[in-house]
């Protein structure tokens, strides 16, 4: 009843996270070392040694693989239903922009940053020390004083109109999802994610948009960072 009600209560969650795993495996963990350790003992075991050394092994070489998948392959990837924060790793490529630009304008942590609210997610926390910026629920003309400013790529338009001419437009990565998509699956398909954890279907991205000040840029191309 444990595992029957641990699946219902968190299947009803809107938000799944991946730690809700753990309060699902635990009672069967529970249950998996009762059996083998019935079955370890049992006549049948010591009659067919092979057999359970064999599927001891297969097991062990399951989870190591899915394991090393997980933790060195995939740590980022979308697509595994152990990540929780689909934030890409081209991310750091902004964290270090916005560092390298604040070096080199000798601004530090006082660089004025404007970040749209929709965008504010993680960068909140890669700008935890920097004492002069804020997320606004839109970027408007006030936030021409800003040595950068990031917002929501979907609203670049409107971005553009409130910036004016004295910034330049590039774009970052933001987060990918994987939804999955059985309308087409195929056996080869299922075995391709078990094995390689290859998606069924492909993986939607959101994209920041960044602007800095022109007077400014001359700084990150010296620096290689656009």
């Not at 890669?126 to 839109?138: A, E, S, T």
């Amino acid at each position: 009843y444990w595992t029957v009600l641990s699946f219902v209560c968190y299947s009803s969650i809107r938000v799944k996270a991946p730690w809700f795993f753990i309060h699902l495996l635990l009672p069967q963990i529970l249950l998996a070392a009762a059996f083998f350790g019935d079955f370890w003992g049992s006549p049948f075991r010591v009659r067919h040694r092979r057999l359970g050394h064999a599927l001891a092994a297969l097991l062990a070489v399951i989870t190591i693989h899915h394991t090393v998948l997980l933790n060195y392959y995939h740590a980022w990837d979308p697509r595994e239903r152990m990540v929780t924060a689909q934030t890409l790793p081209d991310y750091l490529r902004l964290q270090n922009l916005i560092g390298d630009l604040a070096f080199r304008t000798a601004t530090g942590y006082d660089m004025p940053i404007a970040v749209q609210e929709s965008a504010a997610w993680p960068m909140a926390w890669y700008l935890r020390d920097y004492k002069n910026w804020r997320h606004f629920g839109d970027i408007e003309a006030r936030d021409r004083d800003k040595s950068i400013v990031i917002g929501d790529w979907n609203d670049r338009e409107k971005i553009r109109a409130a910036l004016g001419p004295d910034y330049v437009e590039t774009w970052f990565p933001h987060r990918g999802w994987y939804v999955v998509d059985t309308k087409d699956m195929t056996v080869q398909k299922a075995w391709r994610w078990f094995v390689h954890h290859e998606p069924f279907n492909s993986i939607t991205y959101s994209f920041l948009a960044v602007y800095i000040r022109k007077d400014l840029l001359a700084n990150l191309l010296q620096a290689g960072r656009i």
